[in-house]
T-cell receptor
């Protein structure tokens, strides 16, 4: 079965640079979520999209933005990167039904030096 | 607001022993509860999900969890641990619009 695809898997950036992470949800899933997982931490919700419209926002910094495109893939744009942005970034997708399980991608490991 | 608390950040068992990972939830409405497993450098994989259809939920890899409303618990168990079960386990509850995760429990399996 098709899974959530994320690219790149690894990314190294310097402070103050920008980064773009991509997510391709499971076909026919209508909702995409972005999470950030710091070292030894649980995933923290950043933002979600339903049918290409921003649905909910969590603890996403103002330096970050995201969007979902007509083909349902989503991109997380991160600017003015800081050392503390180093983390695993996960994308998940699901159906919009309340309580639907989310399926996670393999993650993008971002290292800011 | 919905939340979950995992008791014990680290659990160590011997191969073949019972695995018990504890999770308690807080929710003002009937909760949707999940257990996910994360292997090193990988994403989260769904183990099982509770949706009120049955209090005992069976998942993949021999894991199961029992929903106990009186105890507000959703503990994860496996009768016999295998070396391949070593991983980080996250309990989660469906919030208003997102998944709320516990802090995670790292399971170590000793030979």
């Amino acid at each position: 079965a098709a899974g959530v695809i994320q690219s790149p898997r690894h990314l190294i950036k310097e402070k103050r640079e920008t980064a773009t992470l991509k997510c391709y949800p499971i076909p026919r899933h209508d909702t995409v979520y972005w999470y950030q997982q710091g070292p030894g931490q649980d995933p923290q919700f950043l933002i979600s999209f339903y049918e290409k419209m921003q649905s909910d926002k969590g603890s996403i910094p103002d330096r970050f933005s995201a969007q979902q495109f007509s083909d349902y893939h989503s991109e997380l744009n991160m600017s003015s990167l800081e050392l503390g942005d180093s983390a695993l970034y996960f994308c998940a997708s699901s159906y919009r039904t309340q309580g639907s399980e989310q399926y996670f991608g393999p993650g993008t490991r971002l290292t800011v030096t | 607001a919905q939340s979950v608390t995992q008791l014990g950040s680290h659990v160590s068992v011997s191969e073949g022993a019972l695995v018990l990972l504890r999770c308690n939830y807080s929710s003002s409405v009937p909760p949707y509860l999940f257990w996910y497993v994360q292997y090193p450098n990988q994403g989260l994989q769904l183990l099982l999900k509770y949706t009120s259809a049955a209090t005992l939920v069976k998942g993949i890899n021999g894991f199961e969890a029992e929903f106990k409303k009186s105890e507000t618990s959703f503990h994860l168990t496996k009768p016999s641990a295998h070396m391949s079960d070593a991983a980080e386990y996250f309990c989660a509850v469906w919030g208003v619009a997102d998944m709320r995760f516990g802090a995670g429990t790292r399971l170590t399996v000793k030979p």
